[in-house]
């Protein structure tokens, strides 16, 4: 009986996971648009966008002149590096925040640039 029972929950288990495999994330996306303030990253083709929401994005390009940006107020749309570990992330720092954790729930990941306008000559502080 306690081997069934087991089976049965393993079973339970096992189909969960692979359903939740198949589900994309609800609200997120391969390709983000994201605004805020462009600044110079760690290395030479390396850029960090500070959103105006509180993520912080990584970014780099190879057909856009981000260094004409820094220090501007951009919105620069991408595509997310690794998308389908960082939705899973994001959502798992989500699932914390709704249960009450006081943890910083801002978005961090890594962005390869496809555009970018400028919205500012400047970044609000």
Request: hydrophobic share 35%.
């Amino acid at each position: 009986m306690n081997r069934l029972l087991v089976c049965l929950i393993l079973g339970v288990v096992a189909t969960t996971w692979a359903v939740a495999q198949d589900t994309p994330s609800k609200s997120k996306s391969d390709v983000r648009t994201i605004t805020g303030c462009l600044s110079k990253g760690d290395s030479a083709d390396e850029f960090l966008l500070t959103g105006n929401d509180g993520s912080t994005w990584e970014m780099r390009s190879s057909g856009v002149a981000l260094a004409d940006h820094v220090g501007h107020t951009v919105s620069a749309t991408g595509a997310v590096s690794n998308a389908k570990t960082h939705n899973l992330k994001e959502d798992a720092k989500d699932a914390t925040a709704d249960s009450g954790m006081k943890k910083n729930n801002s978005e961090h990941g890594h962005l390869t640039v496809t555009d970018v306008k400028m919205v500012s000559e400047s970044c609000q502080q």
